[in-house]
């Protein structure tokens, strides 16, 4: 259940168990099937700011990797609406994410004044539990549009998105600037031209 903090920040929905690592058989991989109800995916849409979230699944697999390391892999999906960036209209995308995370046991921070950072977005420190419900939520977080766009918001050739109601033409400049052509004559008239 996802409760609200003292900040007004959402904690991160909970939709599936923490699997405490002690738990784990070294050797053989573990299947992993992630398929929450109604009520957490209205959650998890809340969290992420999204209008609606229809659907969210995972299917994959909890693996060793080497004697003390753990991998999770497998496909994230899920159907998302969220407003248009430029219009707000609804707009729905399908995400089909391939998931690869390995949680390694010796993992150590840089440290010093200079370090030379290689940013490995796959690894991340294992703790005594992995928590596969943030690991879904951030990976979902990431694969949505930054700024969705409804199908007839176009980018102009100039770069400028345009958008306006079905049936009408989006605005240019001469339209939001009615007087800058009569400005313009004027002073082609005044140069004599």
């Not at 960036?85 to 391939?98: K, M």
């Not at 079905?166 to 400049?173: A, I, M, Q, R, V």
């Amino acid at each position: 259940m996802s409760t609200q903090t003292n900040t007004g920040e959402m904690d991160i929905p909970h939709i599936a168990d923490a699997i405490p690592v002690a738990s784990l058989n070294g050797r053989k991989p573990q299947p992993l099937r992630i398929a929450p109800d109604a009520e957490q995916t209205a959650q998890v849409a809340r969290y992420l700011g999204f209008s609606a979230l229809r659907k969210l699944r995972f299917e994959g697999t909890l693996a060793p990797k080497g004697r003390t390391d753990w991998e999770v892999s497998g496909t994230l999906g899920a159907t998302i609406v969220q407003p248009c960036s430029v219009t707000l209209a609804p707009v729905t995308t399908r995400i089909d994410e391939r998931i690869l995370r390995l949680f390694v046991a010796d993992w150590s921070e840089p440290e010093g004044d200079e370090v030379e950072m290689t940013f490995d977005d796959t690894q991340e420190p294992l703790g005594s539990r992995i928590d596969v419900s943030a690991l879904l939520i951030e990976a979902l977080a990431l694969a949505a549009p930054d700024f969705p766009r409804a199908e007839d918001v176009a980018i102009a050739p100039d770069g400028v998105l345009r958008a306006a109601p079905e049936g009408d033409s989006p605005l240019d400049d001469a339209a939001v600037k009615p007087f800058a052509a009569l400005a313009a004559l004027r002073e082609k008239l005044e140069r004599g031209e």
